[in-house]
Every structure is written in C-alpha cells, then in structure tokens.
Nanobody, 122 residues
C-alpha cells in the first residue's frame, strides 16, 4: 500500500505558475512510477505527466509539454509538478498516482491521492 497526499494547488492567473507536491508514504514509494492526472470541471480524468523510478524518463501530455515539469526526490518520497505559463484550460483537480509503468492510461495506476484544486483565471 502507498498513501499519497497532494498539496500546492490554488488560484493563479493565466500566465502564472504553481508548484504541486505529492508526499508518498507506505511501502517503498521509490519503487513506483509516479504520475499526475487532472480532471477539468465536467470532464473525465486525463493524463498530465509521469516519471520513472529513477527520474530519468519523463512523459508528458501534448497539452502541457514545454510548460509543465515533473520531478521526484526519492530520498524525501516526494513528486512535484511545476506548472508554468498556466492557461485557463489547465483548471481542474490534480491527482498524484502510483503505478508500475509510465503510461498515460489511468487504469494502469493503482494508488491515488485525494487531489488538489488548481484554478486559473483569465
């Protein structure tokens, strides 16, 4: 079992930045691939980014490439998502998740946090 707790969400203006964090605890969090997903209002949950166990491999959704950056610190059992050049369409609940593979499908992730709200205003 892995427990995940997100933080860092809030209100930002378009063009601004937020840094989201995910604290992992439980059974060897560093042995999991970590991902970020988001759920815009009225829409389904969608993939944002994932990072391999070592941190060397990262994958991003096309909609956030060049604007968001995922990173991890295995010594602290944390995963972060730096969100820059925010757009109104980035608004949603952001979730941290753990998996055995860096894939974009939500069904591949076994553990989920409770989510943190990000709201971007124009």
């Amino acid at each position: 079992q892995v427990q995940l707790v997100e933080s860092g969400g809030g209100l930002a203006q378009a063009g601004g930045s937020l840094r989201l964090s995910c604290a992992a605890s439980g059974r060897t969090p560093s042995s999991y691939v970590m991902g970020w997903f988001r759920q815009p209002p009225g829409n389904e949950r969608e993939f944002v980014a994932c990072i391999s166990r070592s941190g060397f491999t990262r994958m991003y959704a096309d909609s956030v490439k060049g604007r968001f950056a995922i990173s991890r610190d295995n010594a602290k059992n944390t995963v972060s998502l730096q969100t820059d050049s925010l757009k109104v369409e980035d608004t949603g609940v952001y979730y941290c998740a753990a998996s055995s593979s860096c894939l974009s499908g939500a069904r591949n992730y076994n553990y989920w946090g409770q989510g943190t709200q990000v709201t971007v205003s124009s």
